[in-house]
């Protein structure tokens, strides 16, 4: 290839106009203070009138725009009709709320830009102390590894990758899934499980048949008892059981597994016990829920997210593993151009690159860090104990209206109700309550959640919001009953 | 469990003083842009003084903090000891060097922090724009999906599970691995394929055996012929071929495999033409590159990267499939609680969670939208150029050099060389080199590379830095010779 000469060998990326830049970027700052400031009074939800959908339509942009015609573009096209998860009365799902201070640390992560693939920086201490907190959190021991992944889905999956290459018995990772130990390994969990384990599980070549299901007791616990005769059952077949996954907080009903039971079991069995904690593992720093989770401590790993419960800006996910050699033989590879050096750059024992699938890798530590610093792990703790509160509270409300009735007991802040006027058929009830979530959404009321249990559609309101009040909930309970009442007249 | 009443029930994790806040982002805005503007005064890198390492090491804050004792925090032992990658003279490995549109694009999702996992709002048109946006940059029919990852290494990942889940020849997603097929399938790339490909098929449950590296040619390039006798020897040996990689730009020193020849053969054997284009395939919008990397258009998938020559702030990959049913299929997985609607935040046909492996998502799209616009799409391109020039210009001044040696071709940005005065064995020349090497960064001069190629020991160059001046290649050429001189004498 013959390089041919540029246009200009001195232009660059940094922007054209510095002071107007500085100028843009400080009227994006007042307007991101006042956009948190007034989410109350801003819709929660609405749908993109048809121009706005047209203009992400157009083709790649060919030559430079002003900053300021850029940003007008946002301002227009995205910020109004954004998802609305940061407004105090989002309940859909289970995610976070945001935090300034996240979106500071991101802010600043983006502007230093470092790899946090490995080497001798101080990124790297950045995350190594952040993971420190964690296991600290959850009381895991000193020496576990760590890694932060992008949420819970990859934590699942990283713990699993290990799982089965330390239970299978062979060197699985050089050699495959042999003939031997094809469709042999199977991982068990409760009917109410995530579904990102299968996702893993399907991904990792052991198949959606891998994961075995168990029955939920009517708390939506799995069953100890099914488990075991599972087991037993699966080894006399001929299977090879690596390992149990426990869930403390499922996402439909916020239930908490039985983790010493579980633990006991896999102990009994040889089996690696896996915690998905996504939802309930952060709770440890909550005085009302740490009693509930007595056992995590036991497992081998532990996934966890701090963009739910903790608010994290998106992503910020975490895998612990109490085997840091096992975790390491999963994911270490260093080929030629990644050698280390005992001295500079790239330097340094354990490159996090060397635990995760990921080779380059965000500072997503630094978000964590900062807020961690700035509010204190006794407020996190204390908004996790708000939440419950406020579950608890609308399970009150709901006890009271005589058209209301819980579908499940109340998990963690997850309460799953519907509007029962009483008289009417399943399949009506169904459709009514889900005519009246979708218009407290549509009338940008709220938005709550939903899912189905036992055939029953059920209004899932998650409260994992630290912003969400009482008023909240009370004006939550009023217009599912207005609502009710009018589309039944 | 019983909710006991917690302290304060109206606390929330926003700022307690939301002035002092505003200012503070202020002070944090204005030193970003300092930051930036005066990157090549700094130390392009520093190893941290051991009382910063002992701050990285005290337990997890309990209480509160100033947010402006935080952000002195970060000033005094984060920003001053970072990698150094945002630097002029940054060469190492292969990564961007950041620009300010990404971190406003940054802070602006952390801001907004919508889920990008799925759902009906502006995030999801956003990320459909730009993929729509890259598929036109790579010359990939519209019809193509896509998705935005955390890097190449995800990128390869789910492009690979994908050519596994298709090639297989029967539901490997449901079943797993059978005993039929363990063992059996194999994928090919050339001896200079990126490792992470080798983690994805481990990961994969194919087993590192899985991954059959075919020679290169003399410039590093796959070795055609030979890629073809192995494929008709395997088939013969009754393994199962099903997928080749080309890479366009590989790291160790960016050459180019003839993507053409490996779309013939693909097409003649029936097997998933994956490219890995982590470095190279975002070049289509350079004039210089584009005519290299012809056949591009010819591949099942392609994975790229934004973070490294379109210098987007980390993560930010992307995987490009011209198969979409094929692509939904391997990661689609709906469960009742993500159940659809047809009104309302949690409708829309397609949800970007169902093409991956994540669930939760960030809203990492801004950031490439915001940057597009602001630049366009030719300066991109100029930038790509400007590199590839000053590659060659590198190139100029080593052959100008007589203790100065290429130990490779310059392929695309990457200059791999090494000072040998003569009369020396590789063993002394290697230990040279590598002290060299060593001392650039030491000395704050410049960030240099290596890798060894057929055992020697290399310099090596990677021009992915829209910041880079001739100047810099300069003074990059005169420190070599002048430390070399030193450690001789």
């Known amino acids: 290839m013959k390089p041919i000469k540029t246009e200009d060998i001195n232009e660059t990326l940094d922007p054209q106009d510095w002071e107007q830049t500085r100028k843009l970027m400080h009227q994006m700052v007042d307007d991101a203070v006042n956009f948190t400031i007034t989410l109350r009074d801003r819709k929660i939800w609405q749908s993109m009138p048809e121009e706005v959908l047209k203009s992400f339509r157009t083709k790649v942009p060919q030559e430079p725009e002003d900053g300021n015609v850029v940003y007008q573009d946002y301002k227009d096209m995205v910020m109004p009709y954004a998802m609305g998860n940061v407004h105090p009365r989002f309940w859909v799902w289970y995610m976070g709320s945001g935090l300034m201070s996240g979106a500071i640390g991101d802010f600043l992560a983006s502007i230093l830009n470092p790899n946090l693939g490995g080497g001798n920086h101080s990124g790297h201490k950045v995350e190594e102390q952040v993971i420190d907190w964690i296991k600290e959190m959850v009381h895991f021991p000193e020496s576990s590894s760590g890694l932060l992944v992008s949420g819970g889905s990859m934590a699942n999956f990283t713990a699993l990758a290990i799982a089965r290459n330390v239970k299978a018995g062979y060197d699985i990772r050089n050699e495959g899934i042999t003939p031997e130990m094809a469709n042999k390994m ?19 070549g052991m198949g959606t048949r891998s994961l075995v299901k168990i029955p939920v007791n009517k708390d939506f616990t799995i069953n100890i008892e099914a488990l075991k005769v599972q087991i037993v059952r699966d080894k006399a077949s001929g299977l090879h059981p690596i390992c149990v996954i426990g869930t403390p907080g499922t996402v439909n009903t916020g239930a908490i597994d039985d983790l010493n039971a579980l633990a006991d079991i896999c102990k009994a069995e040889n089996l690696w016990f896996h915690v998905d904690g996504a939802i309930g593992a952060i709770a440890m720093i909550s005085n009302m829920v740490k009693p509930l989770l ?22 910020a996910g975490c895998v612990l593993v109490k085997h840091r050699e096992a975790h390491k033989k999963t994911f270490s590879l260093i080929p030629e151009y990644l050698a280390k050096n005992t001295r500079g750059l790239a330097s340094g024992e354990d490159w996090f690159s060397e635990y995760g699938l990921q080779l380059s890798r965000r500072f997503r530590a630094l978000k964590v860090w900062m807020s961690l610093k700035e509010h204190g792990v006794k407020r996190f703790g204390r908004m996790i104990d708000k939440n419950i509160v406020q ?33 009417k058929s399943l399949e009506a009830l169904n459709a009514l309550n889900k005519e009246i979530k979708l218009q407290l959404e549509e009338r940008a009321i709220a938005m709550p959640g939903y899912t189905t249990l036992d055939g029953v559609y059920c209004i899932r309101i998650a409260i994992s919001n630290h912003r969400t009040t009482n008023a909240d909930i009370d004006d939550l309970v009023y217009h599912v009953i207005a609502i009710g009442q009018e589309l039944e007249s």
């Open 391 to 423: 579950a608890h509270y609308l399970g009150q409300l709901i006890d009271e209206n005589d058209v209301l009735e819980l579908v499940a007991p109340i998990g963690l802040d997850i309460v799953c109700f519907r509007y029962n006027p009483g008289g």
């Open 186 to 204: 199977v991982v068990y969990g409760s009917t109410e499980v995530h579904s990102c384990n299968q996702k893993a599980l399907e991904l990792l």
């Open 294 to 315: 007595a056992g995590i401590e036991r497992a081998d790993s532990v996934a966890l997210d701090l963009h739910k419960w903790m608010h994290m800006p998106f992503e």
